[in-house]
């Protein structure tokens, strides 16, 4: 889809930098993708934490799995 938005350039610049990407469409893909897969993985989250999957929330534990 083509379409005309006004886009925040400092921001824009901050994405790419953070992101990787070098266009402006590449960076708008890309955040829009990170966004989409944040919620899938709040998702995730909350399916084993409700599960009374306490580990989850144990730093200890969580410290040694990064």
Do not use: C, P
């Not at 990787?20 to 990170?34: C, D, F, I, R």
């Not at 084993?48 to 990064?66: C, E, K, P």
Request: no cysteine.
């Amino acid at each position: 889809m083509r379409t005309v938005i006004d886009i925040d350039k400092d921001l824009l610049e901050l994405a790419q930098h953070e992101l990787g990407t070098s266009t402006m469409k590449e960076t708008v893909n890309a955040a829009l993708k990170e966004i989409a897969e944040r919620a899938k993985r709040r998702e995730a989250f909350e399916y084993w934490r409700t599960r009374d999957n306490t580990d989850l929330l144990d730093s200890d534990i969580q410290r040694h799995a990064w």
